[in-house]
Each structure stands twice: as structure tokens, then as C-alpha cells.
Nanobody, 115 residues
Framework: QVQLVESGGGLVQPGGSLRLSCAAS????????MGWYRQAPGKERELVAT???????NYANSVKGRFTISRDNAKNMLYLQMNSLKPEDTAIYYC?????????WGKGTLVTVSS
């Protein structure tokens, strides 16, 4: 079992930045993949960014060039640096950890981009 706790969400103006953090209750070095997903009101959950154990990174086209995912295995932490935020980035952001064959999810942190 792995518990994931997200933090760092909040209200930010368009063009602003936020850094999301995800704290894991145990070592993440054994996780095959970790990532961030988001769910906007009335929409399905979607991938934002993932990072594998070997460091391979994948971004959704909508966030490429604006968001950066990183992991710190020593601290059991996953991060998402979000820059140039847009109103359409408003959503609940979820941390995910995948270790065959189980997906673990955090409870999410709300990001609101509005003037």
C-alpha cells in the first residue's frame, strides 16, 4: 500500500505559477511510473504528465512547454511545476503511482486559474 498526499493547489491568476507536491508514504523508487492527472468540472480525468522509474517523461500536448514534472526518490516526492497557467488548467490535480499491477491515487488538490 502507498498513500499519496497532494499539496500546493490554490487560486492563481492567468499567467501565474504554482508548484504541486505529492508526498508518498513509502519509497517511490520501486514505482514503475508516477504521474499527475487532472479532472475539470464535467470532464473526465486526463493525463497531465508522467515520469517512469528510468526518468522518461511524457506530457499532454496542452501542457507541453509550460509544466515540468520531476521526482525525488530520496524524499519520496513527486512535483509538478506549472507556469503560464491558463483558465482551462482549472481542475482537481491527482497524484498517481503505478507499480504492477496496482494504481495508487491521492485525493487531489484543487487548482483554480482565474482573474
Amino acid at each position: 500500500q502507498v498513500q499519496l498526499v497532494e499539496s500546493g493547489g490554490g487560486l492563481v491568476q492567468p499567467g501565474g505559477s504554482l508548484r504541486l507536491s505529492c508526498a508518498a508514504s513509502r519509497s517511490i523508487s520501486s514505482m514503475n511510473k508516477m504521474g499527475w492527472y487532472r479532472q475539470a468540472p464535467g470532464k473526465e480525468r486526463e493525463l497531465v504528465a508522467t515520469i517512469t522509474a528510468s526518468g522518461s517523461i511524457n506530457y499532454a500536448n496542452s501542457v507541453k512547454g509550460r509544466f515540468t514534472i520531476s521526482r525525488d526518490n530520496a524524499k519520496n516526492m513527486l512535483y509538478l511545476q506549472m507556469n503560464s497557467l491558463k483558465p482551462e488548467d482549472t481542475a482537481i490535480y491527482y497524484c498517481n503511482a503505478y507499480r504492477l499491477p496496482i494504481n495508487y491515487w491521492g485525493k487531489g488538490t484543487l487548482v483554480t486559474v482565474s482573474s
